[in-house]
């Protein structure tokens, strides 16, 4: 009987789980009942050989129950710690949802990491894919500092080190979106535990975390799987509200521009438009009108009309150089385009030599025709200004691959190759051309933007006694 | 003035815009009658009853094309728009709603007459005429047949159409879209690849020089014109 109650000490220690106390409980235990129960009695003899198996049972159950014990303690506090976690995971993604920046989610998660790890731990940022990765954060649970502070961890960053061998690793995991790192198969030789927060095809950035190789069990992997995930979300739907907003912002601004200039133009056309009609109309009057006063109202008409290509060439630089210029493709006839651009200075070409040389069976490509002719017109006048009496002017066209080329030849020219990489450039005009030439030095720029607009090419080049203007715009197959 | 002089009713907000057009057409002959919004041009279309309109497209009260839109629900009345640059999208729109031309401002008191001229015509001529003429080229609906002076001409079913079209609409500004509804069909309304080609060939039958082109006229992003 007396032998029972030894075991009782010797269960409650046992159930602690503490085996190494238990044993030595066991064996105080079993030493007093044999000193003092056990025949022959005050002596630690043992007679009775049966003896000697009940204190080798004690020894039995004491261990197995402390073993059990143990483990079970051992499940409970995994499972104490896993329920830490998730409650910790379901507070940050609580919280981050109602963030709307990067960095108020790095302010939430990163402490939150840290704290629950006890490691050290990092954030890279990498706000485009060719951009090198910059830290961006850092938070130390043991610092005293941080604890009360949450802003530090953005500041100071500078006095950390990184090392080459770790920035590359970093890079990798970025690059691949992969884990990389400390407890991993990939660079496990690295300091630190790199993990990629990245949703579908982009990667934001990546958490880093001081820990040792063994430090890594399934458990911390999966709470770090759905931490990362959870910021990944996150910055996903900051990044997509941004893009929103911004394009929201760009949508306004454009109409705003748009209506702005549609105003401007009408605004300034409508005065303008007033003064050449009434103007054209005193010239057909021919009741009145002597040699002196046609000479007037023809430099009157002539302004006028200088005026309008001033304010249409202003206009449209302003257009094409502050937003995107919107084509309007549809097919487009060549020959259309060259007799199109004939058209408008028709009586000057009479006295030019000029030409159209269309050297391919069909003409038509897909491209914004009006804003073609636009440039072919642009390209015409200048040649028209720039050349004598006479001589050669040739409107061209070729395929060559998947490129259409357009060219304007301008016979008894030449420009100096220094002005030649500069008659693009806006406001630039070629020196030494005398005042008749009226010209903004406009004209090429917005030729400049419609070809590059098309994905096409502008240049110009002296053969020999010509200056050719000539540029492409990619074939586009339906 | 032994016919009636046509009515012209202007819809047009600018002053001097207005100004000069009074003093252009009335120079012409024309009665005209000037109103600056399209509810007081609604209202002169019952009381003035003209016979064309020439219509502002920026309007205080309201698109101008919608005008058109409008005025095209009750009447077959001859409408000229008047537009600024850059505005070939809105002219498209409103000729495809049915205004008959337009003119670019800034505009020559010369092409603006031509224009009404040329839209008035066109309306007297509507009576079925079996032949047709516009310079050099004739159409004889009656043998179905196109001669360039007086030369038949051989041209294929479709190009025949299309010119047929051009013919009986000659002198109005035409869109893409409408071209290609009346000859192709619906359905076709937006392959202008083939109205380029053939364009391209039709005036290679019919042009002096294909290159520079006197009848059957480009007008850049909105379409053709002819005659």
Redesign the interface.
Known sequence: MAALLILIPVLIVASRGDMKTSMVITFVGVGLFNYFFVPPVYTFVVSDISHLWSFFIFFIVAYLISSQAKKLKLIGEVIREREKRVRRLYKLSRRVTAVSEMKQVIKIAMPLIAESLGKETFFFLRKHVDEMPKLYAHYDPKSPLSSKKYDAMFEKLEAIFISSSEKAVLDWCLDNGKIAGAGTDTFLASDMLYIPIQSREVVYGALGLKIKQDEMTTELKMFLDSVTSVMAVSFERISLSEKNSKNAITLAREELKNALYGSI??DL??????????V??LK?DETWLDEKKRVIISQVIFS?KKM?RLM?NLLDSARFESHKVVL?K????I??I???A??EFEDILKERNFS?K?EEE?G?FKAD??LI?RVVVNLLENAIKYSQHGSAITLGFQKEGARCNIFVLNEDSHISEEDLKMVFEKFFRIKGISDDINGSGLGLFICKKIVEAHGGTIWARNVENSVIFEFNVPIEE? | MSQPKYKILIVEDDKQIQKLLEVSLEEHAFLLKVCGTQKEGISHMVQFNPDLILLDLGLPDGDGKLFVGKIREFSNIPIIIVSARNGEQEIVDSLNLGADDYVVKPFFTGELVARINSALRHVAKKESNPLLKVEGLELDLEKREFRLEDVPLHLTPLEFSLLKFFMQNSGKALTHAQILKNVWGVGYQSDTKILRVFVNQLRKKIEIDPNRPTLLITISGVGYRFG
Do not use: Y
């Not at chain 1, 005065?271 to 009609?277: R, W």
């Open positions: 133009s009408h056309r409508t005065p303008l438009a007033s003064i050449l009609g009434m054209s109309m057909t006028a309008e249409n309007k549809d097919w487009c006839d020959a259309d060259f007799s199109q004939a058209r159209i269309i069909s038509i025709c009006v002719e339906e």
